[in-house]
């Protein structure tokens, strides 16, 4: 199975360039652009969708087909041209610059896979088939999706608040640490009740007794259910 270690990669800043200008581009540039990066769109003609974001300045349009030298500076590259030549092209000369690439169904010429993907927030889950079966990752995307309410970025939000304000003075080992998360979480379904509810001040207190015992009862008043 190709594709084997899983990452996900902090885009933000960084050169990332797609090769070609029909839909898949499209998709791949909203992607890339999701994650912050700075995005080029190298193709002499682009979509609609495409033609909307250069008009309003949020990417970078070259407008001509591919040529050897356009990966300088970038950090990674999309393949969406449909001619299998220029993508084995692209790949070529990311092997020599290094540049990671991604060549739209074409494992051949791709040092990544990207996943299917389920975003609520920081809550970020992909699914991946090793570029063998895509239309099935697309369907477990769905499915997640449907499973996974706007309950859970408020709970990523709000767990990643307290472990942030109670990390610098924890005064257990990691292994007791460890222990009072999986506690806490265990009573998931509870404090995704609490959020649905709009209760987040109760969540916060449930977090806080639970990852330091200490808490004054007036920190986490209003805590029981």
Sequence with gaps: ?????????????RR??????????????????????????????VTDGLCDLIRRGELEHVPR????????RAFLVIAADPDRAVRAAVF???????VLCNAVDDVEHCHFAVPSIVRRGDLLLGISTGGRA??????????????????????????GR???????????????WAERWRRLLE???????????????EVRAWAYAALKPATTSAQVSGSAR
Excluded at 164 to 176: K, S
Excluded at 194 to 199: I, S, T
């Design 65 to 72: 087909r591919y040529r050897r030298g356009d990966l300088a």
């Design 92 to 98: 070529a000369e990311a092997e020599a610059g290094r």
């Design 187 to 201: 009573r998931e379904e509870e404090l995704l009740d609490l959020l649905r509810e709009g209760r987040v001040d």
């Design 16 to 45: 990332c360039v797609v090769i070609g200008g029909g839909v898949e581009a499209e998709r791949k540039a909203r992607a890339l652009l999701e994650a912050e990066a700075d995005v080029v769109v190298i193709a002499a003609d």
């Design 162 to 176: 307290v472990r942030a304000e109670t990390r610098p003075d924890r005064t257990v080992d990691f292994a007791r």
């Design 134 to 159: 895509p239309a099935l990752a697309k369907r477990l995307r769905r499915r997640l999706a449907a499973d996974l309410g706007w309950e859970w970025e408020a709970l990523v939000d709000v767990l």
């Design 1 to 13: 199975m190709p594709f084997r270690y899983p990452v996900a990669l902090e885009l933000s800043g």
